[in-house]
């Protein structure tokens, strides 16, 4: 088992950057695949970056795509996912997530059911 911690959420306004960060620790990680998703009140989670541990490829929402970035930091065992133009349908819980299986799948697994071990989540809103 992994244990996730983010953080770095927060209030920003509409334009703004936040850096979240999500430090793993329990296991060894190269097998890895990590992803934030989020979840806004009354919708399902969904999934919006994902990265490998080892190579470092990535994936991203269509709803994201150039606004978003994650990456890590192996010697740190910290994930990051860096938000710039920030929007108010930005605003949910964000999640990091690990998937065990991550490393052998074609692509970075994009459901939430595909991942074994979740952190807390952490408040992101973007006001207007």
């Known amino acids: 088992q992994v244990q996730l911690v983010e953080s770095g959420g927060g209030l920003v306004q509409a334009g703004g950057s936040l850096r979240l960060s999500c430090a793993a620790s329990g296991r060894t990680f190269t097998s890895y695949a990590m992803a934030w998703f989020r979840q806004a009140p009354g919708k399902e989670r969904e999934f919006v970056a994902g990265?490998?541990?080892?190579?470092?490829?990535?994936r991203y929402a269509d709803a994201v795509k150039g606004r978003f970035t994650t990456s890590r930091d192996n010697d740190k065992n910290t994930v990051y996912l860096q938000m710039n133009s920030l929007k108010p349908e930005d605003t949910a819980v964000y999640y990091c997530?690990?998937?065990?299986?991550?490393?052998?799948?074609?692509?970075?697994?994009?459901?939430?059911?595909?991942?074994?071990?979740w952190g807390q989540g952490t408040q992101v809103t973007v006001s207007s």
């Open positions: 990265i490998r541990w080892s190579g470092g490829s990535t």
């Open positions: 997530a690990a998937d065990l299986l991550g490393q052998i799948r074609s692509l970075i697994a994009t459901i939430p059911a595909a991942y074994d071990d």
